[in-house]
């Protein structure tokens, strides 16, 4: 039972291009959410996502940043003209259903730095 | 008032010591307190997790105790070996889907 997976590990970007990461949630979850890590900090809320809906934004950057999760296919978060305050890791997480306390699991992260 | 404060940024303890992290909050609609493990290059993996109708929980080594009233709870770790050497996130939910994290502890348990 392959666990969340996101690719790519690692992405350099040069300031102004685009960055697009990538999330394949567990088998059988259909909730997605996204999170940043920065250098010595903790995990920020960004997104949470269901199947081709977006429940909650309320953590996302209002410019440049947007994210999905359609019908088939991974969740992707995408990074428009990216700048090197956005380098930081990118944590993806799945559940089966929402509110699910101890079914949450993340995957390994996708560290962007930007040059 | 989203905030979870989380302490002491670092610990260094001995084989055999017991790791005591502390977290503090102040929404009171928080009403989940998960404790959260992550090594170098690896994403967080979660270690226990408590309900406010509890005071205390544990899991093997690791024993969380929370305080309704003070708006606080905490991490222990019994025995704590080498192999727990790792960077531990207190977090908290309540009323939506998302996990507000503290700024993590850097555990460092010497052989």
């Known amino acids: 039972n392959a666990g969340v997976m996101q690719n790519p590990r690692h992405l350099v970007r040069r300031r102004g291009q685009e960055a697009r990461l990538r999330c394949s949630p567990m088998?059988?979850?259909?909730?997605v959410y996204w999170y940043r890590q920065l250098p010595e900090e903790g995990l920020k809320f960004m997104v949470y996502l269901q199947k081709e809906n977006i429940i909650d934004e309320s953590g996302m950057p209002k410019e440049r940043f947007s994210a999905e999760f359609p019908k088939e296919g991974p969740s992707i978060l995408r990074i428009q003209q990216v700048v090197r305050g956005d380098s930081a890791a990118y944590f993806c997480a799945s559940s089966p259903r929402a509110m699910s306390g101890n079914t949450i699991y993340f995957g390994e992260g996708s560290w962007l730095t930007v040059v | 008032q989203q905030q979870v404060k989380q302490s002491p940024q670092s610990l260094i303890v001995q084989k055999g010591g017991i790791s005591i992290i502390n977290c503090a909050y102040e929404?009171?609609?928080?009403?989940?307190f998960p404790w959260y493990q992550q090594f170098p290059g690896k994403g967080p993996a979660l270690l226990i997790a408590?309900?406010?109708?509890?005071s205390e929980k544990k899991e093997g080594r690791f024993t969380i105790s929370f305080n309704k009233s003070a708006k606080q709870f905490s991490l222990h770790i019994m025995d704590s070996q080498p192999g727990d050497s790792a960077t531990y996130f207190c977090?908290?939910?309540?009323?939506?889907?998302?996990?507000?994290f503290g700024k993590g502890t850097k555990l460092t348990v010497n052989p």
């Open positions: 977090a908290a939910r309540g009323g939506s889907e998302k996990l507000v």
């Open positions: 088998k059988g979850h259909s909730h």
């Open positions: 408590i309900r406010p109708d509890v």
């Open positions: 929404n009171t609609a928080f009403d989940y």
